[in-house]
């Protein structure tokens, strides 16, 4: 188990500088410029230089890397053209919001998901195994934003149930501590806000969630299906155990690892989708920080969003592999098969 | 000796409602107490079908029974679930052939021989112990490390011994082994042979056990049914069959068994594949008339029933073989 988990925990850092290192490459390939986007065109030449100089642009490319990356590794990710706050700090106010979305999409596409499977395979064949099929093609075909607006036009212009826009309403003073509403709510004594705080994660969740969960349905589904032709289910049976346990001991708990990892898979597609999903719904998070932030052209607001997007995937991974290492003993021993 | 098994008229289907083909067909046979039963054939004869039948371990919405399967008189077939899954392990148990898939590979080998022996309220508080000392008795050297490895951690050889010792854990009355030494490597199949032998003769168990290979079938067996194309066709004690094999398939397999050659010099074969016993199904003759080299116009249009040849042994055949020179 510790030889696994250290090989893992070592690839870490490569991961993180591949990943700084890429979105290095990328930012200097855009056309455009750092300083096109800040000076307007009456600057001159000379102020241009001057500027150029100041931000260490006149430096050589490998030297303005090591700088970039020194940096990095001090949690400074440079001030927002835009906003002039550091980027560090937008990212600690956004980064939260969508982990909260992200949780919360996830629990929607895994009990969907799951329990979709599990009925599908119960009844394999039958109509509710078509019907479920059926149902992830769609679901995993749906747009994103389509299926957004739908929930919108359903649920609060038509019923009115729930709220479209924004995090919180404005009319509640929050503010907050670590930027988990939840977290907060426990350490500022404020239960009120649990509530609104829920209601106004419902749509967006759920628009995520539903979409991520039509894969989820299908890989679960099949994985469920080939693990119970598995020999060693036979040999459960004939050593006379019930069906229930057969099903939770051997034939769930060997589909685990797969199972898992679809759904570790699925939390990226997951980030790419509360983008979306956060324009749609107004919601505060590091998507639409960086939508705006490529609509402006601030570059260090995307560089810095792009950074933690991808650290938060790389976590999430992470932790897959560390349940799948939990889940499977030969795993741990380093056999892959 | 009397049978603590009596099977009835057994078929087994198999496949897709429309397109249900009958793999087993209509055999009858019997294992006495203590009695070592081998059931050998080629791959598609009908022999595994045969051995998971025994406890309906290949019944579902795609293999169907019909027949009688009695042990100790009472009727497997018509057992409801609950009844039939207290049978499974405590009195049917089987050894599979392929040990490495046979084990769960997520669980230990104390926490899987333990899982059978909790089911059938065996385990007690010395149920540690008794694993341990049943490990130890099916030759493994280091039962305290295996209890507690994960099935990839150990050997093969070592796999199948816990595979016997799994099925041993509850005492069935019997025990089935299907090829269990097919998958390991040549120098331990006979070790592990050995052992399995040891414990079910030290039990007094009933064993069936299936096989291809002539060699276990003559260390071991007090018995041997030979099937082809679904049905038996010969059934004779081991000295008598190894000596006088009645059926012309029986006395091929022999040959191919013993690398008997020919005239001009090549090894014994058998003309054809076992599908071949199929294709025949239709046309109501013997199954194995094609690829016999005895065969007479009869043989493909009227199925011999199992008959009495002697005082032991029965065969299906119109032209059975009535001594060990004659050639074919």
């Keep these: 188990m510790t030889s696994g988990l250290l090989r893992r925990v070592a690839t870490l850092p490569f991961m993180l500088l591949a990943v700084a290192s890429l979105i290095f490459a990328i930012m200097h390939a855009l056309p455009g410029s750092m300083i096109e986007s800040l000076s307007a065109q009456f600057v001159s030449d000379a102020q241009r230089v001057r500027l150029m100089a100041g931000l260490g642009l006149d430096q050589p490319l490998w030297r303005q890397y090591l700088v970039y990356l020194n940096s990095l590794a001090h949690f400074d990710f440079g001030i927002s053209a835009q906003t002039g706050k550091s980027v560090a700090t937008m990212i600690g106010e956004t980064l939260p919001v969508t982990m909260e979305m992200a949780g919360a999409s996830f629990v929607v596409m895994t009990v969907c998901g799951l329990g979709a499977a599990l009925i599908a395979v119960h009844a394999a064949d039958g109509p509710a195994d078509v019907a479920i099929r059926l149902l992830s093609i769609i679901l995993s075909t749906l747009p994103w934003f389509w299926l957004g607006l739908v929930l919108i036009m359903i649920f609060s212009l038509w019923l009115g149930w729930l709220p479209s826009f924004g995090r919180l309403p404005p009319s509640i003073d929050y503010r907050p501590v670590t930027n988990f509403v939840m977290i907060d709510a426990v350490i500022l004594g404020r239960p009120d806000l649990i509530g609104p705080w829920i209601s106004h994660l419902v749509l967006p969740s759920l628009t995520v969630g539903l979409t991520s969960s039509g894969v989820v349905m299908r890989l679960v589904r099949s994985e469920i299906l080939a693990t119970m032709k598995k020999e060693f289910v036979l040999t459960a049976r004939m050593k006379g155990i019930g069906a229930n346990r057969i099903f939770l001991r051997h034939i769930l708990r060997n589909a685990a690892v797969g199972i898992m990892t679809v759904l570790g898979a699925q939390f990226g597609a997951m980030l790419g989708g509360s983008v979306v999903a956060e324009v749609v719904f107004g919601y505060p998070g590091i998507g639409r920080m960086l939508v705006r932030a490529i609509e402006s052209r601030d570059y260090l607001t995307v560089q810095g969003a792009g950074i933690a997007i991808a650290a938060l995937y790389i976590l999430v991974n992470f932790m897959t592999d560390l349940a799948c290492l939990y889940a499977n003993p030969r795993l741990r021993d380093g056999v892959w098969s | ?328």
Excluded: W
């Design chain 2, 1 to 328: 000796m009397t049978a603590l098994l009596d099977v009835r008229a057994l078929s087994v289907s198999f496949g897709p409602g429309g397109a249900r083909r009958t793999i087993v067909d209509r055999i009858d046979f019997s294992i006495g107490r203590g009695e070592i039963v081998a059931l050998v054939g080629e791959s598609g004869s009908g022999k595994s079908a045969t051995a998971l039948a025994l406890s309906r371990l290949n019944e579902g919405p795609r293999c169907g029974y019909s027949g009688e399967i009695r042990l100790s008189g009472r009727n497997i077939l018509a057992l409801d679930h609950p009844d039939l899954r207290r049978l499974r392990g405590r009195a049917i148990a089987t050894i599979f052939q392929d040990p490495l898939s046979a084990l769960n590979p997520s669980e230990t080998i104390a926490q899987q021989i333990a899982e059978g022996m909790r089911a059938h309220g065996m385990a007690g508080p010395d149920a540690d112990d008794r694993i341990t000392r049943l490990l130890g008795e099916v030759g493994i050297h280091d039962p305290d490390r295996v209890t507690r490895a994960y099935p990839h951690q150990i050997s093969g050889g070592q796999r199948q011994r816990v595979m016997i010792a799994l099925a041993l854990a509850c005492d069935p009355e019997l025990l089935i082994a299907d090829e269990p030494t097919t998958a390991l490597d040549v120098t331990v199949q006979t070790q592990v042979l050995a052992t399995l032998y040891r414990a079910v003769q030290k039990r007094g168990m009933s064993v069936l056990i299936i096989t291809h290979d002539m060699g276990v079938v003559a260390g071991m067996a007090d018995r041997v049914m030979v099937m082809y194309g679904g049905r038996i066709v010969e059934s004779a004690p081991v000295e008598t069959l190894f000596a006088l094999p009645r059926h012309p398939y029986t006395r091929a397999l022999l040959d191919c068994a013993r690398h008997v050659r020919d005239a001009s010099g090549h090894y014994a074969t058998i003309p054809g594949t076992a599908e071949t016993a199929f294709a025949l199904r239709a046309t109501q003759g013997c199954a194995f008339a094609p690829r016999c080299r005895r065969a007479r116009p009869a043989c493909f249009t009227h199925q011999p029933e199992l008959a009495e040849c002697s005082d032991t042994g029965r065969v299906a055949c119109h032209f059975p073989l009535v001594g060990s020179k004659i050639d074919g």
